[in-house]
């Protein structure tokens, strides 16, 4: 159930520790079907700007577009069919290129802002 999903955004969102501020809507269209979009300030003042729309396990429609304090673009990864990769049309942008990527969740792309603020790695 998609009410079961926008719940575990919800926590995730709550407990995560270098999240500043955070404006999140939810919308469900069905029991399985939902939507989910809004903006994730982090404690360095980068920003997650997201919209996810799922039908039950299936993400139809993704955009995970992450900035610096500046604004500048530290990645975004989307589903939109404008690149030829290997993972057609799953890909990611960095501010040098495009490359192929696995198909994104909100909640892994908050992990991998995780490790990124919190200085464990760089991407």
Known sequence: ?????????EKKTSEV????????????FDIDEGFVKGKILFIDGSTLEFMEYLNGEARLKY?????NAKG??????DNAPHFKVSSFPDHK?????????SPRGLLSVIDEIEEIVSGRTWR
């Open 63 to 67: 955009r995970f577009h992450y900035m």
């Open 72 to 77: 500048a673009l530290i990645f975004r990864y």
């Open 93 to 101: 942008h960095t501010s040098k290129d495009v490359t192929e990527s």
């Open 17 to 28: 520790r270098i999240i500043a501020e955070k404006a999140i809507e939810f919308r469900e």
């Open 1 to 9: 159930m998609i009410s079961e999903y926008f719940q575990k955004v």
